[in-house]
């Protein structure tokens, strides 16, 4: 007779993932300002210099690689703007919301995105063209999770947010954006890791602040003078402690170590001609997906 088999309990707990964020960017080999579509670029048409950017674009890549796991995707000829990633799409529990871009001069770059997502396992949506929306550029969540906010004005179309409230059981929270050198929310908006806000007031309307000043508490709020404003100070990456930014002044550099942060500063002039920094050369990503496929791949 055999002894009854145990009833399987649920066994220790697996061995922890670790939970190194996973970022997407795309190296700046085909990089350059061809086009005017924002107030950065206008005078900037062929200034950027390759090398530098590569070089500029190397050490972003490399003190992100520190702290998260990078995909990249392939640049693209006649897309030189593919570089800014933030602007591929927003993705959350394997779901992408396609970016559909205002622009023409950027709309190619949504089926090299597409692919990627699709070939990475991702399960895509997309806008119809007449509700553009310019993703992770437009479209960040706070820390904690609980709140989508998402800009409009410049780019992104207030129509297009309706599809976000309906594809995550998140509170989405539209922010007029007003001022023409802050054309993308990542470029006036960073919420970061210790549950704080870093923005510049000026890029906003009455009650687009009013609606940060409510989910935000003072002890929250950064707010960045127009001097860092323009260095794109809020276009920042945060991972952990860690917060990488474009040069900014002593004063903020040294608020932020202070908040306790590790404030990572890096030259990004070349892309700043473009109109884009830090975030706008990254876009995250959740870690599962991209660590199955890596399991996947291992397991066969
Ligand atoms: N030249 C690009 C544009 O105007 C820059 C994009 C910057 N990206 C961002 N996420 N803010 O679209």
Known sequence: MT??????????????????????????TLYDVTYVINPWMAGNVHTASRDRANTQWRHLHDALAEVAEVLLV???????????????????????VLSSFFHPERQDEEQHFQRWFDQAGYTVLSLPRTEPFEGEGDALFSIDGSRLWVGFGPRTLLASHALLARTWPVEVAS???VDPRFYHLDTCFAPL??????YYPGAFDQPSLASIESFYPPELRIPVAEEDATRFACNAVTIGSRIFMNRVSPTLSSHLTARGFEVVQLDLSEFLKAGGAAKCLVMKL???????????????
């Open 3 to 28: 002894s009854p088999q145990p009833i399987p309990q649920p066994g220790p707990s697996l061995p922890l993932i670790p939970t190194r964020p996973t970022l997407l960017m795309c190296a700046p």
């Open 74 to 96: 392939a640049p693209q000829p006649g897309s030189p703007d593919m570089v800014f990633t933030a602007n591929a799409g927003l993705e959350r529990d394997g779901i992408v």
């Open 175 to 177: 922010l007029h954006l």
């Open 193 to 198: 890791e210790d549950g704080s806000v870093l």
């Open 286 to 300: 959740s870690h599962t997906r991209a660590l199955s496929r890596t399991t996947i791949s291992l397991v066969i």
